[in-house]
């Protein structure tokens, strides 16, 4: 058996998250309580195809989905609607972390995402005076204080040990904290089921090691590591660690454990049925959406896919890629060759959503032209779209577009005033 003890770090670190963010900044500015205000941030304007970004602390309390479209909420509980407030929500996300910084420095804070957040405090108890515990409050009451919202936050000597901590038990605590240590690791860990209540395991791969007669987290940490990497590769491997509570991440790398963009994506969940001549707008769209990304990036994508599905009452759809003989940055090329395959797959159904992905990514300024292709013309039409570009970045997204976004039916004016695809 493997001496998984040369790999246990031992430091303080907290992982924050703010609960039912979203829905929770829409109470406080209403002067509400969370716990008890039936409210969800959805833009009812939108339709009752409209999904519900997040819905309050109280909902949540009588079993309403976090994540589920309008029409399916329940129709006798009064509830707010509060239409979604990006650029709001990033304003109280930063004056998070500036309370963070009001504890420790930059160099120990690692931000997830906009609501979660890791923090190294092994440096910091002595100073306080405070053990982790105690610490961990008062960073919490200050959030509730100075912001109105409620957090819950998990501890352990590594990353993942407080990052499940928190998911797993911290959100049941009356105090919403919950500390682990590696001892804690097999009453606590491995009787967890369904396997995708593991941060890291999603439906698909719980359904793969399902498969392999794995149905607690127990049963993968006891399964042989090298079982594992031969079927997900270091995936696996990684796993069975994490399943030992073993993480090596450290918050002070924390510009390493953000990694460079292996593919880029735009996909849309249309508010009524498009046709076939409605949707090459949208596609065209999304084209230029996915381009722009690529050259900022400095990339050029050689593997196109296309993902159309159908209307409800249909079902169904397809998604297909192809890989090119080139990569390329080239808008022309990309659209053609999503219209090639929504050509060669489309059966003539409705359509209610719509992905454009471009990946197997190289760097453009490693790119050599081949014979086939018109260089001087390519060239071109990269400058032209750089110098768009940066017209863009300067005055706004909406300050160039092409005059198929002036049809009623084009989406892309609407989503060039949203922040990660919803109102600011």
Aim: with cysteine.
């Amino acid at each position: 058996m493997e001496d998984l003890k040369i790999y246990q770090l031992n430091k303080t670190i907290l992982c924050i998250d703010l609960k039912s963010f979203y829905a929770s900044v829409e109470c406080v500015l209403r002067g509400l309580d969370p716990f008890k205000t039936p409210l969800v941030v959805a833009d009812k304007s939108r339709g009752g195809g409209s999904i519900v970004l997040a819905v309050s602390p109280y909902l949540k309390s009588l079993g309403v989905p976090s994540r589920c479209r309008i029409f399916e909420l329940p129709e006798d509980l009064n509830i707010i609607y509060a239409k979604p407030q990006m650029q709001t929500y990033l304003e109280y996300s930063a004056s998070v972390i500036g309370v963070y910084l009001d504890f420790i420095s930059e160099a120990d804070l690692y931000v997830y995402s906009i609501d979660e957040a890791f923090l190294d405090l092994t440096s910091y108890l002595a100073y306080y005076k405070k053990t982790d515990i105690e610490l961990a409050e008062e960073i919490l009451n200050t959030i509730t204080s100075k912001l109105g919202l409620t957090a819950t936050c998990g501890i352990g000597p590594n990353m993942i040990m407080s990052k499940l901590s928190m998911d797993i038990e911290a959100k049941k605590n009356p105090n919403n904290i919950a500390k682990w240590n590696y001892d804690d690791i097999k009453d606590h860990l491995w009787p967890v089921t369904p396997l995708s209540k593991m941060w890291g395991i999603g439906h698909r791969m719980e359904s793969h090691l399902n498969k392999l007669g794995l149905f607690t987290i127990g049963d993968i940490a006891n399964y042989p590591k090298e079982k594992l990497k031969r079927r997900f590769g270091v995936l696996g491997e990684e796993l069975w660690y994490h399943t030992h509570g073993i993480d090596l991440s450290e918050i002070k790398d924390k510009y390493k454990l953000r990694t460079k963009p292996k593919s880029f994506g735009s996909g849309q969940v249309l508010f009524r049925d498009y046709s076939e001549t409605e949707i090459m707008t949208i596609i065209l769209e999304m084209v230029d959406d996915v381009t722009r990304r690529l050259r900022i990036a400095k990339k050029r994508a050689q593997t196109i896919s296309l993902s159309i599905g159908y209307t409800k009452s249909v079902a169904g759809g397809f998604s297909r890629q192809v890989t090119l003989e080139q990569p390329t940055s080239s808008e022309a090329t990309i659209y053609q060759t999503c219209q090639d395959l929504f050509d060669m797959y489309y059966e003539g159904y409705p359509i209610r959503t719509v992905g454009v992905h471009l990946s197997k990514l190289t760097d453009s300024k490693v790119y050599q032209y081949s014979l086939f292709e018109d260089a001087h013309q390519l060239e071109k039409e990269y400058q032209l779209h750089m110098t768009m570009d940066k017209i863009k970045h300067k005055f706004g997204k909406n300050s160039v577009i092409r005059l198929s976004s002036e049809q009623e039916h084009a989406t892309a004016k609407q989503r060039n005033k949203q922040i990660g695809g919803h109102h600011v």
